[in-house]
């Protein structure tokens, strides 16, 4: 009798564990139907390396937030009102006049844009990035990739060379 109950014992506990560290280490999805977008997102350290996970599946619905922090070692503050403001991926802290800048990749205009929103209200789909006006009214940007760069200025695209726009084409 006290084998089966150091045996159950040791089950839940292993069963326990499992379970929260599947929850601790969120993966993004491998599907590639049913409630999951595919995301390419660029990684720009500002010491020339550059980190791309092109078409990591993710769940719809998920912010850029959350895709960031499920593809790298983010730290953020979160206000009520503005959402994250990301201070640090992957040990790359923001310091003096050098942070952490999102950039959309315009389809259309094989362009960068440097991005007018928040990291929580972008949420990557199947046809580009949503988000909403001022207004609340939704907006659909034509995007094909979304980077985040490591420097000071929002001038530079995140791709040495690569052009700009203002705002993507529809």
């Known amino acids: 009798m006290g084998i089966i109950l150091v045996a159950a014992l040791a089950l839940s506990s292993w069963y326990g564990a499992s379970y929260y560290l599947q929850q601790l280490y969120v993966k993004p999805a491998v599907k590639t139907g049913g409630g999951v977008v595919s995301l390419n997102l660029l990684f720009n350290y500002g010491n020339g390396t550059l980190r791309w996970n092109n078409s990591t599946s993710i769940p719809a619905g998920w912010s850029l937030y959350d895709a960031t922090a499920s593809l790298s070692r983010v730290e953020a503050s979160n206000d009520p ?22 950039w959309i990749h315009c389809a259309k205009d094989r362009a960068w844009m440097f991005s007018q929103w928040g990291v929580d209200v972008l949420k990557p789909t199947s046809n580009g990035l949503s988000t909403a006006n001022s207004l609340h009214n939704p907006i659909l940007l034509s995007s094909d990739a979304v980077a985040w760069n490591y420097g000071g200025s929002d001038t530079a695209p995140p791709i040495s060379g690569a052009s700009k726009v203002d705002f993507c084409s529809n």
Not at 88 to 93: A, K, L
């Open 81 to 102: 009102t503005y959402g994250h403001f990301v201070n640090s991926i992957d040990g790359v802290r923001s310091s003096g006049q050098s942070y952490w800048l999102l």
